[in-house]
């Protein structure tokens, strides 16, 4: 996971008179008028995906994650077309995989730009799902009258935390920053050490350390020919792009090369 900046909301979600705002409205005035069957769960919300999953959304969150996922970080759009995930589950949550569906969800935040974010649709569908583990869950908010700032979340969220002070690459895996307990319950429930993601990880892991040693005998070889010094030039630049943030696995390369 890399930090993600995100730009201004774009204004389906912000203004006033557009459908997020409006929705939002619908949906708080519909839980005050009577929350004890949305609490109950009998009654459900019904969201509006045209929405929060509108182009211009997704076309944000696109740019402002470089086409990556924002919890495994592969890049997901020339394979698939990716998922806006709740990163607070609008329509219901679990503390953990073999809990019974909570209600009413975080409803009211079903279209808030902060709680939007681009996910594969493995992380998303597979994994996560309607997982929202608390660090208490009696601090759980509810319904739009609770403070969510009451919560403290076990995942680590994307924008708002600095994901390596949580985790670190150990070669090709992921693991939590002494053991802690959100970088352990991120990388477990968010499935971001399952097969097919480490085996990816290791092929492109392989090819950063050939070039690495290539590129540190090049460097530790004197009088290189013009030729040997231009090719250490492109392979310098290769590599320092691979720790950027717009590069498939950055954060793996950052540990990689750190040194």
């Not at 806006?84 to 019974?100: C, N, W």
């Not at 998303?124 to 700032?149: C, E, G, M, W």
């Not at 939590?176 to 991120?186: I, Q």
Request: charged letters at 30%.
């Amino acid at each position: 996971m890399i930090r993600i900046e995100k730009p201004g909301a774009p204004p389906i979600l912000c203004k006033e008179d557009m459908r997020g705002p409006k929705k939002t409205k619908l949906l708080r005035e519909a839980y005050d008028a009577d929350p004890a069957p949305y609490d109950a769960g009998t009654k459900t919300f019904e969201f509006d995906s045209d929405a929060y999953g509108a182009k211009s959304v997704k076309n944000a969150l696109k740019k402002a994650q470089h086409d990556k996922c924002c919890f495994c970080e592969a890049k997901i759009t020339h394979v698939a077309y990716g998922d806006v995930e709740h990163f607070r589950p609008k329509g219901g949550y679990r503390q953990k995989d073999s809990d019974k569906l909570g209600r009413p969800g975080y409803y009211w935040l079903a279209y808030d730009w902060s709680n939007l974010f681009l996910a594969c649709q493995i992380c998303n569908q597979r994994h996560k799902k309607n997982l929202f583990p608390l660090v208490d869950p009696n601090d759980r908010a509810t319904s739009h009258q609770d403070n969510i700032a009451d919560e403290e979340p076990l995942f680590i969220h994307p924008a708002d935390d600095e994901p390596s002070d949580f985790i670190e690459y150990n070669q090709e895996y992921v693991r939590a920053v002494s053991g802690n307990k959100r970088g352990k319950t991120t990388v477990e429930s968010l499935g971001l050490n399952r097969e097919e993601l480490v085996e990816h990880r290791r092929d492109f892991l392989y090819q950063l350390r050939e070039l690495k040693k290539i590129r540190d005998g090049l460097t530790a070889t004197p009088n290189l020919s013009p030729e040997l010094q231009a090719n250490l030039k492109s392979i310098n630049t290769l590599l320092e792009q691979t720790v950027l943030n717009p590069a498939e696995y950055s954060s793996m390369a950052r540990a990689l090369l750190k040194d």
